[in-house]
């Protein structure tokens, strides 16, 4: 008798205990978005949806709202959509070349704030309209896997450093160094490609480094697993490194603390080259040259960013770090003053499978 | 032969028991007087005839009653060649014998006396090969109805006189006979008493089967989960009686039940000791994930998809959401639906004859599959999903337990859609809990998972080499842990202790 | 005067004590007091939380000082010390300690469902749920509750192998320079660790129940030492994973890290975790009730199957009130001063108390 008690119980557990639910083809995913600035204080935001055909095939879906702030934005788009709209799906997010310039903190901050977002989100800013990136046609599988391949393919074995989500916070939250973003550039309706590296002071773009830097952005940056170069040994003789992989190390001096001492070893495989034959002494060209290149591109680089005040290797952090006591509200002044070392190692450790 | 059965039928006594007038009702009971020829002593044979091998008594018995020396009863034991001669002057066993197939046999000058002479006729069915514990490797024997000859294929496997049998008679109708066995030395004397106590409490009319028996003398007999063993194979029960456990042999079953069980028991099956350590243990490793998967698949499936959409792989995503997007039932229904056709299948296919019934798991599995799916009523993912759950379920070696198992995926099911993964672990809890509170025999169900016992945990998930299994059992505090001399052991290698 | 010895089929091993403190100490804590001690040692956080570890070594040692002497639990001590009428008094104070204790818990991880997964989950409907459970292992008898304490620290021991892929994503420069902190900022840090760490003085309450007391001494320490261990090498990995603003932004910061983690059939890692956390503060739940309800029946003799009833009636009624993340800080903030004032002032002084009556009685 006395378990009968509990029947009532779970009656009303079940009528009344339950949560919302968000049935899978019952709620739209968002699955990417953009952002842009309009002009001050309004911005203009598209949301894809990709809706899955039964043919296996995906059609992409744009709504497109303006508001003052994120939420509205949101809400307008909602009264767009055929179904309740869910952000857990999120996969990309571009700001436009405008809104860049002028700040995206309070975006990224929201979405840090949101539980239901992933920290693996790609985030990226767009050379000319982020809207129209998100309303191409990029294949069967859907524009925002599309995007999401292509950035991700990219940080993997190509040039364009790590970056998502939870790098960009943390980047931005860290005292002594600046975030970076991948830059998108649609060249027509069905075609995007990664054109730059948008470099941020704090959250606002102030350069966009182009495609060739990027390779030694990433040797100071980031860590190479599977990149690839190409070396000039004069004429006719050129020579391709594949599967580098490279490890970098910053250190301060400790004679000077005002010196940078940075070490970059780089590991790779040569299997293309049009000379003759490579021979031990090739390699060992090859090396030298590879090794005087990325000293003087990345010194170029460093010294660039110097001159611009941004700091996305983090010598501001590595100074915090590696100096006891660093009072960091000198950090402006010193970074002024700050000398660089950039010390290569190449390692050529296979030629291919013939002589 | 009805000849002589029924020539002086009509020579009654004049006044006649309580037992003789329920008897006489029946047409089997018989009754006839004869006369022996050297002593002219005139005796009367009661018995009944359905019970009785005619040809022991025509053959063995009836001949030298009436050709031998017979003046009292007492010359029965000489005269008649039959081990099981007995002579009483109890009027209340009268029945019990005759009813247990014995012949009555009285003598007019000894009104007080009767002799009692075994006639019992044995309708045995022959050995076959388990049908349920099926292993390819190992032994081809299993069980059948007849307690003596149950008894005869475990004692033949363990003839040694520490084997003890204690014959118990249960069921106030059916006289079942009971039969614990025990390896006196090895056995704990508490897990013996509390066997024999509870089998001495049994009140209950009419036991045919094992499983009554098993109903009857379990801890918790509220709970889904079965609390002892049965099986079918004479092996395994002479294996489990040398580790130290008790085993209980019913008859007219032929399932003896084994006490007392862990949990892990039912899912290791007895198969894996014939195999090498090294496969058993991954097939039982196998097993183990199996159950998992069939507990926790549908559930999962149901929770993910009513509530955390944001789990599933993207490259997954398109697949599931296409394959929901004409099924007008929310995912819960759609589950529940699989798994009740699945039920209803597998009910069919059991209650119908054998070859009936794989045509239904057939046609079953393949039309109202692919029709539901083409229908639009469930999505073919969940198809599969459901199908494989079904199909795990069934690797449990203990067909009662893949029972439970099914059964349990149901209040899984429920939470998952009340709470989603919480509800699911939630559910777990529930479980886990009835499952710590458990005792088979009054040792814990759990073990040797809790209370966590490093030792017994050779045997468990995995089995490992005999030469690392010297000690029985911990949990079933055996008076003789050691299940061989170590010192051999050491003497051929430096293993142990 | 209700002290029966307990029976020997109901005692536990000494080494599941060790389960028991474990599973007590990991509970709501864990998924966020980074940020709280990182607050004042910033980098060296890691070091406040080694030197709250060996000092609760001490702790441990005092408890089980005090509980030789009496031979018995706290109430027995109290009484020991101060008499039956005022020892069963001071002894009604931790009816009402665990009772908050179990409170706070189970409304920070229910804070934690409702921002994490279901934002509108009902309060009232889940506690009614986890009480009815925990009923139910309670009335199960201490084994079972122990029982649950080894499957709550065992079951979901997985989890921390998931934070394997957030060493990725680690940085561990973040940690340098070691000691650039002040003494007192990293000590105020390791009072902060309170909240996170309290829950081994359960052993004053269960000492009747071991089954060797004197063998259940190493296995407690070796449970301080494994979550001290712990929670040094997650505090590590979280400073390192976060940057220092990040990271003072991250209320739960253990599950922000487990937001990272993928894997090829789990796109989002924190939901299993969220669910699975569930057994892991079953246990933390299941022992202040039973430790509540124990003490009831040592006070008050009342049955403890109507006093486990009693506190999750109370328990389910007062849930109800704390509403919204103010309350549940506030709710936190004063468990984790009562778990620091019992355990680290408490403690020693009730050590010497009862070292001196003991002298006073020989004499």
């Known amino acids: 008798m006395k378990k009968l008690f509990f029947i009532p119980i779970f009656l009303m557990l079940f009528t009344t205990g339950c949560v919302p639910k968000s049935i899978i083809d019952d709620i739209n995913i968002?699955?990417?978005?953009?952002?842009?600035?309009?002009?001050?204080?309004?911005?203009?935001?598209?949301?894809?949806?990709?809706?899955?055909?039964?043919?296996?095939?995906?059609?992409?879906?744009?709504?497109?709202?303006?508001?003052?702030?994120?939420?509205?934005?949101?809400?307008?788009?909602?009264?767009?959509?055929?179904?309740?709209?869910?952000?857990?799906?999120?996969?990309?997010?571009?700001?436009?070349?405008?809104?860049?310039?002028?700040?995206?903190?309070?975006?990224?901050?929201?979405?840090?704030?949101?539980?239901?977002?992933?920290?693996?989100?790609?985030?990226?800013?767009?050379?000319?309209?982020?809207?129209?990136?998100?309303?191409?046609?990029?294949?069967?599988?859907?524009?925002?896997?599309?995007?999401?391949?292509?950035?991700?393919?990219?940080?993997?074995?190509?040039?364009?450093?790590?970056?998502?989500?939870?790098?960009?916070?943390?980047?931005?939250?860290?005292?002594?160094?600046?975030?970076?973003?991948?830059?998108?550039?649609?060249?027509?309706?069905?075609?995007?490609?990664?054109?730059?590296?948008?470099?941020?002071?704090?959250?606002?773009?102030?350069?966009?480094?182009?495609?060739?830097?990027?390779?030694?952005?990433?040797?100071?940056?980031?860590?190479?697993?599977?990149?690839?170069?190409?070396?000039?040994?004069?004429?006719?003789?050129?020579?391709?490194?594949k599967s580098i992989a490279s490890k970098r190390k910053i250190k301060l001096s400790k004679k000077y603390p005002s010196q940078v001492v940075i070490h970059i070893k780089i590991k790779g495989v040569i299997p293309e080259y049009t000379g003759d034959k490579i021979t031990p002494q090739i390699v060992k060209e090859v090396e030298k040259a590879l090794e005087k290149e990325v000293n003087k591109e990345c010194l170029s680089l460093v010294k660039q960013f110097q001159e611009q005040g941004i700091d996305p290797i983090g010598f501001g952090f590595y100074h915090r770090k590696q100096i006891r006591g660093y009072d960091f509200k000198k950090w402006e002044e010193d970074y002024k003053r700050l000398t660089f070392k950039i010390k290569t190692d190449v390692n050529i450790v296979e030629t291919g499978v013939v002589e | 032969m009805k000849r002589w059965l029924n020539k002086k039928q009509n020579e009654t006594k004049p006044n006649k028991a309580d037992w003789e007038k329920t008897l006489e009702k029946s047409n089997d009971f018989t009754r006839s007087n004869y006369i022996n020829q050297k002593s002219n002593v005139h005796f009367c044979l009661t018995f009944i005839a359905t019970l009785v091998d005619e040809q022991i008594i025509q053959q063995g018995v009836l001949p030298y009653l009436l050709e031998g020396e017979l003046k009292t009863l007492e010359d029965i034991k000489k005269t008649v060649p039959s081990a099981d001669v007995e002579i009483s002057n109890d009027q209340t066993v009268i029945d019990k014998k005759i009813l247990n197939g014995y012949i009555m046999l009285t003598i007019d000058s000894e009104p007080e006396h009767f002799a009692f002479i075994a006639t019992q006729k044995e309708i045995v069915r022959s050995l076959s090969p388990p049908e349920i514990e099926f292993s390819v490797i190992g032994p081809k024997e299993a069980f059948v109805e007849s307690l003596g000859q149950n008894l005869n294929l475990i004692r033949k496997r363990l003839p040694v006189k520490e084997l003890i049998i204690e014959e118990y008679t249960l069921g106030s109708l059916s006289q079942t006979k009971v039969a614990v066995l025990y390896m006196e030395g090895i056995t704990n004397e508490d897990n013996i008493n509390t066997v024999k106590q509870r089998i001495s409490e049994v009140?209950?009319?009419?036991?045919?089967?094992?499983?009554?028996?098993?109903?009857?003398?379990?801890?918790?007999?509220?709970?889904?989960?079965?609390?002892?063993?049965?099986?079918?194979?004479?092996?395994?029960?002479?294996?489990?009686?040398?580790?130290?456990?008790?085993?209980?042999?019913?008859?007219?079953s032929p399932h003896v039940l084994i006490a007392p069980t862990t949990l892990i028991e039912f899912f290791s099956s007895f198969e894996d000791y014939f195999l090498n350590w090294i496969l058993a243990s991954f097939f039982r490793l196998i097993r183990g994930c199996a159950v998992l998967f069939s507990l926790l698949v549908t559930p999962i499936y149901v929770a993910v998809l009513s509530y955390h959409y944001?789990?599933?792989?993207?490259?997954?995503?398109?697949?599931?959401?296409?394959?929901?997007?004409?099924?007008?039932?929310?995912?819960?229904?759609?589950?529940?639906?699989?798994?009740?056709?699945?039920?209803?299948?597998?009910?069919?296919?059991?209650?119908?004859?054998?070859?009936?019934?794989?045509?239904?798991?057939?046609?079953?599995?393949?039309?109202?599959?692919?029709?539901?799916?083409?229908?639009?009523?469930?999505?073919?993912?969940?198809?599969?999903?459901?199908?494989?759950?079904?199909?795990?379920?069934?690797?449990?070696?203990?067909?009662?337990?893949?029972?439970?198992?099914?059964?349990?995926?149901?209040?899984?099911?429920?939470?998952?859609?009340?709470?989603?993964?919480?509800?699911?672990?939630?559910?777990?809890?529930?479980?886990?809990?009835?499952?710590?509170?458990?005792?088979?025999?009054?040792?814990?169900?759990?073990?040797?998972?809790?209370?966590?016992?490093?030792?017994?945990?050779?045997?468990?998930?995995?089995?490992?080499?005999?030469?690392?299994?010297?000690?029985?059992?911990?949990?079933?505090?055996?008076?003789?842990?050691?299940?061989?001399?170590?010192?051999?052991?050491?003497?051929?290698?430096?293993?142990?202790? | 005067m209700p002290n029966l010895p307990i029976e020997d089929r109901f005692k536990i091993s000494p080494f599941l004590v060790f389960y028991m403190i474990t599973s007590m100490q990991i509970g709501i804590g864990v998924l966020g007091y980074q940020r709280l001690i990182a607050q004042y040692a910033n980098e060296d956080a890691w070091i406040s939380v080694l030197i709250a570890g060996s000092l609760i070594h001490i702790i441990v040692w005092m408890m089980y000082k005090i509980m030789e002497t009496v031979d018995g639990d706290l109430v027995t001590a109290h009484i020991y010390v101060a008499g039956n009428f005022i020892g069963?008094?001071?002894?009604?104070?931790?009816?009402?300690?665990?009772?908050?204790?179990?409170?706070?818990?189970?409304?920070?991880?229910?804070?934690?469902?409702?921002?994490?997964?279901?934002?509108?989950?009902?309060?009232?409907?889940?506690?009614?749920?986890?009480?009815?459970?925990?009923?139910?292992?309670?009335?199960?008898?201490?084994?079972?509750?122990?029982?649950?304490?080894?499957?709550?620290?065992?079951?979901?021991?997985?989890?921390?192998?998931?934070?394997?892929?957030?060493?990725?994503?680690?940085?561990?420069?973040?940690?340098?320079?070691?000691?650039?902190?002040?003494?007192?900022?990293?000590?105020?840090?390791?009072?902060?660790?309170?909240?996170?760490?309290?829950?081994?003085?359960?052993?004053?309450?269960?000492?009747?129940?071991?089954?060797?007391?004197?063998?259940?001494?190493?296995?407690?320490?070796?449970?301080?030492?494994?979550?001290?261990?712990?929670?040094?090498?997650?505090?590590?990995?979280?400073?390192?994973?976060?940057?220092?603003?990040?990271?003072?932004?991250?209320?739960?910061?253990?599950?922000?890290?487990?937001?990272?983690?993928?894997?090829?059939?789990?796109?989002?890692?924190?939901?299993?975790?969220?669910?699975?956390?569930?057994?892991?503060?079953?246990?933390?739940?299941?022992?202040?009730?039973?430790?509540?309800?124990?003490?009831?029946?040592?006070?008050?003799?009342?049955?403890?199957?109507?006093?486990?009833?009693?506190?999750?009636?109370?328990?389910?009624?007062?849930?109800?009130?704390?509403?919204?993340?103010?309350?549940?800080?506030?709710?936190?903030?004063?468990?984790?001063?009562?778990?620091?004032?019992?355990?680290?002032?408490?403690?020693?002084?009730?050590?010497?108390?009862?070292?001196?009556?003991?002298?006073?009685?020989?004499?």
């Open chain 1, 30 to 241: 968002e699955a990417a978005s953009a952002f842009d600035e309009l002009e001050d204080d309004t911005f203009i935001g598209t949301v894809l949806i990709q809706e899955y055909l039964p043919d296996q095939s995906t059609e992409n879906k744009t709504f497109t709202a303006t508001a003052n702030l994120r939420r509205d934005l949101l809400l307008n788009i909602q009264r767009q959509s055929s179904e309740p709209l869910h952000l857990g799906g999120l996969m990309v997010t571009i700001f436009g070349d405008k809104l860049a310039d002028r700040g995206i903190i309070d975006f990224v901050d929201n979405y840090q704030r949101d539980p239901s977002i992933g920290a693996r989100n790609f985030l990226a800013t767009s050379s000319g309209s982020a809207l129209q990136i998100l309303k191409g046609e990029y294949g069967p599988r859907g524009n925002s896997d599309y995007l999401n391949n292509l950035i991700e393919h990219n940080m993997r074995y190509r040039d364009l450093p790590e970056t998502n989500l939870h790098i960009f916070i943390r980047d931005y939250y860290t005292k002594g160094k600046d975030p970076y973003l991948p830059e998108l550039r649609q060249i027509n309706n069905k075609e995007v490609e990664i054109s730059g590296l948008s470099l941020f002071k704090k959250d606002r773009e102030v350069h966009v480094l182009p495609t060739e830097k990027m390779f030694f952005f990433k040797l100071l940056a980031d860590r190479h697993s599977n990149g690839s170069f190409k070396v000039d040994l004069g004429i006719d003789k050129e020579a391709e490194i």
């Open chain 2, 203 to 252: 009140e209950f009319d009419a036991i045919t089967d094992s499983s009554y028996i098993v109903q009857l003398i379990s801890d918790n007999s509220n709970s889904p989960f079965p609390q002892l063993l049965d099986t079918e194979r004479p092996d395994r029960i002479a294996g489990i009686l040398a580790e130290g456990k008790i085993a209980i042999v019913v008859d007219g």
């Open chain 3, 88 to 363: 069963k008094l001071l002894s009604t104070f931790f009816v009402f300690y665990f009772f908050t204790y179990s409170l706070t818990i189970l409304r920070s991880y229910l804070e934690v469902i409702q921002v994490w997964m279901f934002p509108t989950m009902s309060i009232f409907w889940f506690t009614l749920a986890y009480l009815l459970l925990c009923i139910y292992i309670i009335y199960g008898g201490f084994r079972t509750v122990v029982g649950i304490a080894f499957f709550g620290i065992v079951l979901p021991a997985y989890l921390f192998l998931i934070f394997g892929f957030n060493l990725k994503f680690a940085n561990f420069e973040h940690l340098l320079p070691i000691l650039d902190n002040s003494f007192k900022d990293i000590l105020l840090g390791s009072y902060h660790m309170s909240l996170t760490f309290i829950g081994f003085e359960i052993v004053l309450f269960f000492y009747p129940f071991i089954k060797n007391p004197q063998k259940s001494k190493k296995w407690a320490h070796l449970a301080i030492l494994t979550t001290t261990l712990l929670y040094t090498g997650l505090m590590m990995l979280t400073l390192s994973f976060f940057s220092e603003e990040q990271l003072r932004k991250s209320i739960w910061a253990t599950l922000t890290m487990w937001k990272i983690v993928q894997m090829p059939f789990v796109e989002r890692f924190e939901y299993i975790g969220i669910a699975t956390w569930s057994l892991v503060i079953l246990p933390n739940f299941c022992i202040s009730l039973w430790v509540a309800s124990r003490l009831l029946k040592r006070i008050f003799n009342l049955q403890q199957k109507k006093g486990v009833f009693l506190i999750s009636i109370t328990n389910l009624i007062v849930i109800n009130f704390i509403d919204t993340r103010e309350q549940v800080g506030l709710i936190n903030d004063y468990t984790g001063k009562a778990g620091f004032i019992f355990t680290f002032l408490y403690i020693p002084l009730l050590l010497v108390m009862v070292l001196i009556v003991k002298k006073v009685k020989k004499k």
């Open chain 2, 310 to 497: 944001e789990l599933i792989p993207k490259d997954l995503l398109g697949t599931l959401v296409t394959s929901r997007r004409q099924i007008p039932l929310p995912p819960i229904l759609e589950a529940l639906f699989l798994e009740l056709t699945i039920e209803l299948l597998r009910e069919a296919g059991a209650r119908l004859p054998t070859k009936v019934g794989q045509t239904i798991g057939i046609v079953g599995g393949i039309v109202i599959g692919t029709a539901s799916v083409e229908a639009g009523l469930t999505s073919n993912v969940l198809l599969i999903i459901v199908a494989l759950a079904a199909l795990a379920s069934f690797t449990t070696p203990v067909y009662k337990m893949g029972n439970t198992i099914r059964l349990l995926r149901f209040p899984f099911l429920i939470f998952a859609e009340l709470w989603g993964l919480l509800g699911i672990v939630f559910a777990f809890c529930i479980m886990l809990t009835h499952l710590i509170r458990l005792t088979s025999l009054g040792r814990p169900f759990l073990e040797p998972f809790y209370p966590p016992r490093a030792t017994d945990l050779k045997d468990a998930f995995i089995r490992l080499p005999f030469n690392k299994q010297t000690l029985r059992p911990l949990f079933l505090r055996t008076k003789n842990r050691t299940r061989y001399n170590k010192k051999k052991a050491t003497e051929k290698k430096d293993i142990d202790e």
